[in-house]
């Protein structure tokens, strides 16, 4: 398994580091996917997060009722209406998550090396002496020397608001823990992380069932984040669930790697999931720390490999409180980017940090850095290599109109795609100029009712690195005469300049079907 590539272009100029970034339409090719909450759900923050590179919204539900993230979502449409940006929406489940309850929100205070006992009671009072859990398995499942920690959203390894924990003895469902650092906890919900253990609760809880059945068919999510995925079947019974839910059958089911189960299943899981959020936050808990860049770089380039969107957590955690990142955050990013990465998943940054939309913004320009020393063409030969002979028909158009258009420098790859495969197989070769998804809606029936389908598949584009969909007019079908195609192509060229990534004299690669035959050209324009 090839993991050790850093994809860099050589050499590096030094003037070219000095050399000041222009601001444009896109960012990034690498997109960002923003988690709303208390300090990012007024229309002004969300319009503000969207001009500056938000592609798709995260709605939590380990916190928050559904009613509050209807507000927050009714804002977010209202956005999109007003920034004329897209935005995908994913729901984030709570999954097989251990929680403390503390009922009085009143600050608990832990000390070193004293005792504290974790119990399944939930009725009881949180204090420094016991903390209810909601899992009553616990003392089955762990034994004298296993770590637990525990924190307020996550453990985030801020030696004063999370704690670690040593389990000292069982009692009854009781565990009694010594506490190996002095921590406080304030809030109301607290997340338990029992390292390396096996924890016997579904991957979709009741309560997950629930909001996906009412809150995600009402509004048509375009992503469900599957917390804590440990094995294939875990996507394939979300799938299922799904799939019994009328528009939902179109949800892409993203695998949430978060501890070392999900990780010895990856590639069972990566081939069952429509794509993997690596969720380093507990992953840095549940592996050795030194193993955890070694994962990453496995991982993502497992997904690379088989074209399908990879998301890292956990990046800038400083600007939670801070208008710059550390250093070793902005190389992090940039790292993630060079890996492979197709989108940067913020969290606690946007949902209750102090600078949601200054947070996107430097995100998106070290992305944006990064991607312009990445090695596309060392990239390139792994993927065809990698892929192998005889390609398929659509992969093997997907690589042509790549080395075409970097062969003739083109200023952009417009694609013409109904299901959006064809556009993400082009993606999947990491070309350097912006790939224009042109979705033409399909026109399906029920018997009863004529509806177009199309809508979900260029939202999902979202979540792409250097995809940017746009819909076009339904009465074109995508694989129709010439003359309809010319037409849908002058839109997407208008598009295209309207947003400055197409000039006068510009060559563009275009990808579309005619009859049987999938055709790629090069056009060159006028003015």
Request: contains cysteine; glycine residues 6%.
């Amino acid at each position: 398994m090839h993991s050790g590539h850093l994809l860099l272009e050589e050499p590096i100029r030094m003037a070219s580091i000095l050399e000041s970034s222009k601001p444009s339409f896109f960012p990034a090719m690498t997109k960002i996917v923003g988690t709303l909450g208390p300090k990012s759900r007024s229309l002004e923050v969300i319009s503000d997060c969207l001009n500056a590179g938000m592609s798709v919204a995260r709605f939590d539900f380990s916190w928050g009722d559904p009613d509050y993230h209807q507000e927050t979502l009714e804002n977010l449409k209202a956005s999109i209406k007003t920034t004329k940006k897209l935005c995908a929406v994913m729901l984030d489940t709570v999954g097989a998550e251990m929680q403390v309850v503390n009922k009085n929100e009143t600050p608990i205070s832990l000390q070193e090396d004293a005792e504290v006992v974790l119990t399944p009671h939930e009725g009881q009072e949180a204090s420094s002496e016991t903390l209810p859990i909601n899992f009553d398995g616990l003392a089955k499942s762990v034994k004298k020397g296993d770590t637990i920690f525990v924190g307020q959203y996550l453990f985030t390894g801020s030696e004063t608001t999370s704690v670690w924990l040593e389990v000292d003895s069982v009692k009854g469902k009781d565990v009694v823990c010594t506490i190996k650092n002095s921590a406080t906890l304030a809030g109301s919900l607290f997340t338990l992380h029992a390292s390396q253990i096996h924890i016997d609760l579904p991957t979709l809880s009741e309560k997950d069932k629930e909001v996906i059945s009412t809150w995600g068919v009402k509004n048509k999510i375009d992503f469900l984040s599957l917390s804590y995925t440990r094995h294939a079947e875990d996507v394939r019974q979300a799938r299922e669930f799904l799939s019994k839910l009328g528009d939902l059958s179109q949800t892409q089911v993203f695998a949430k790697i978060e501890n070392v189960e999900g990780l010895t299943h990856f590639d069972e899981i990566l081939q069952e999931a429509d794509g993997i959020i690596l969720s380093r936050g507990n992953l840095g808990i549940d592996l050795p720390p030194e193993k955890v860049f070694l994962f990453q770089k496995s991982a993502l380039y497992k997904c690379n490999m088989a074209g399908k969107p990879a998301v890292v957590t956990r990046v800038v955690d400083s600007m939670t409180d801070n208008l710059r990142p550390t250093r070793a955050e902005a190389t992090d990013v940039a790292n993630a980017v060079l890996d492979g990465s197709d989108a940067i998943l913020l969290g606690a940054e946007t949902l209750r940090g102090l600078y949601p939309v200054e947070t996107i913004s430097t995100v998106g320009k070290i992305c944006s850095e990064a991607e312009k020393v990445f090695n596309q063409d060392l990239y390139f030969k792994k993927t065809v290599k990698h892929v192998g002979e005889p390609m398929t028909h659509l992969e093997s158009i997907a690589s042509t109109a790549v080395r075409a258009g970097i062969k003739v420098k083109a200023s952009a790859i417009i694609c013409f795609t109904s299901s959006g495969r064809a556009a993400r197989l082009i993606a999947k070769y990491r070309p350097t100029m912006p790939v224009l998804s042109v979705v033409i809606p399909r026109i399906i029936t029920n018997q009863l009712k004529w509806s177009f389908i199309g809508a979900f598949e260029a939202r999902q584009s979202l979540i792409v690195r250097g995809l940017f969909p746009m819909l076009a007019d339904p009465r074109h079908p995508a694989e129709s005469t010439s003359a309809t195609n010319e037409t849908i192509l002058k839109v997407a060229l208008d598009h295209g300049k309207s947003k400055g990534v197409i000039k006068s004299h510009d060559r563009v690669v275009v990808c579309h079907r005619v009859g049987d035959a999938s055709v790629v050209k090069i056009i060159e324009l006028e003015d």
